[in-house]
Nanobody, 116 residues
Framework: QVQLAESGGGLVQAGGSLRLSCAASGSILRTSRMSWYRQPPGKERLFVAG???????NYADSVKGRFTISRDNAKNTVFLQMNTLKPEDSAVYYCRLTTSLANIYWGQGTQVTVSS
């Protein structure tokens, strides 16, 4: 019933920037929370940035000061602005939507590769 589509990944040199987008379609409520996770090759999927149930933003320590999450509620879209990228940021990035009933939906992921 809910579909998520990520875009904006690619190859960038260290120190560069990318902006990821995640568009949600289907039955989306304002109370649904959206966030970003990433999964490097051979590693677990970890939280990167997201909105709390109260609407405040949260970031993993590794990206604080470099990444910014934002949203356009009218378009059911969440963004991740990634600046000063490092090789260790390379991963498949996934957006996640969580409903008020704790149903979780994942996008298919978009690849981010940062060269050194």
């Amino acid at each position: 019933q809910v579909q998520l589509a990520e875009s904006g990944g690619g190859l960038v040199q260290a120190g560069g920037s990318l902006r990821l987008s995640c568009a949600a379609s289907g039955s989306i409520l304002r109370t649904s929370r959206m966030s970003w996770y990433r999964q490097p090759p051979g590693k677990e999927r970890l939280f990167v940035a997201g909105y709390s149930s109260g609407g405040t933003t949260n970031y993993a320590d590794s990206v604080k000061g470099r990444f910014t999450i934002s949203r356009d509620n009218a378009k059911n879209t969440v963004f991740l602005q990634m600046n000063t990228l490092k090789p260790e940021d390379s991963a498949v990035y996934y957006c996640r939507l969580t409903t008020s009933l704790a149903n979780i939906y994942w996008g298919q992921g978009t690849q981010v590769t940062v060269s050194s």
